[in-house]
């Protein structure tokens, strides 16, 4: 906030103060009383003055909040380098390209291939192969699931091609990242909590 925003908003906040201290004047309060009413006003406008000129300092702290609960932040550290901040929930979270698409992906080493939900392969162009289904393993059970072939998965800065993917209305908005994606990388590991790929 500029200084002159700053200076009309603080005439502002002593016009307002003048305003109610006549309004306490022309009601003729007991001193004590008055007195008291006229502190709580200043305490009141004091802080909403401070909330409106800090207001883009709150807002910033507010959206590192959220970064902090969502997680899934990336921070490209070098060339073929990606680290992802751990969620609140304790689980790393990361906002991908799917065929070119963006999707939120779970990344999950104990999943063995890459999943997606059948509404994420349709926004990424992604049809079911023919054949048989596939049984998957899933926290809430069994599900069965068909194959299909995603044209890229990019994560940050590394990217996959031609990777093999599950596809189930089962798994509903929940796409996951298994270990042929993680075990294409020369390594990954946690760090505290940060996860770090690297291709």
């Given at each position: 906030m500029s200084d002159g925003d700053q200076a009309l908003n603080f005439i502002y906040f002593l016009g307002c103060l003048v305003l109610v201290g006549s309004a306490f004047m022309v009601r003729r309060l007991p001193l004590a009383q008055g007195l008291k009413m006229f502190v709580g006003w200043v305490l009141i406008f004091g802080a909403a003055f401070i909330i409106f000129t800090l207001k883009d300092e709150f807002l910033a702290l507010g959206n590192r909040l959220m970064v902090e609960v969502r997680g899934g932040t990336l921070e490209e550290a070098a060339p073929g380098e990606v680290r992802i901040r751990q969620a609140a929930d304790g689980h790393f979270w990361v906002d991908a390209e799917l065929n070119g698409r963006p999707a939120r992906f779970l990344i999950d080493s104990g999943a063995t291939v890459t999943s997606?939900?059948?509404?994420?392969?349709?926004?990424?162009?992604?049809?079911?192969?023919g054949g048989m289904g596939v049984v998957v393993q899933t926290?809430?059970?069994?599900?069965?699931?068909?194959?299909g072939r995603a044209a890229s998965l990019k994560v940050?800065?590394?990217?996959?091609?031609?990777?093999?993917?599950?596809?189930?209305?089962?798994?509903?908005?929940?796409?996951?990242?298994?270990?042929?994606?993680l075990s294409s990388l020369r390594s990954w590991s946690?760090?505290?909590?940060?996860?770090?790929?690297?291709?």
């Open positions: 997606i939900s059948a509404a994420a392969a349709q926004r990424a162009g992604i049809a079911p192969s926290a809430n059970g069994m599900v069965t699931a068909r194959r940050g800065n590394i990217v996959r091609n031609d990777l093999a993917v599950h596809i189930s209305d089962s798994f509903g908005d929940t796409n996951v990242i298994g270990m042929n994606f946690v760090e505290g909590r940060t996860l770090v790929l690297r291709s």
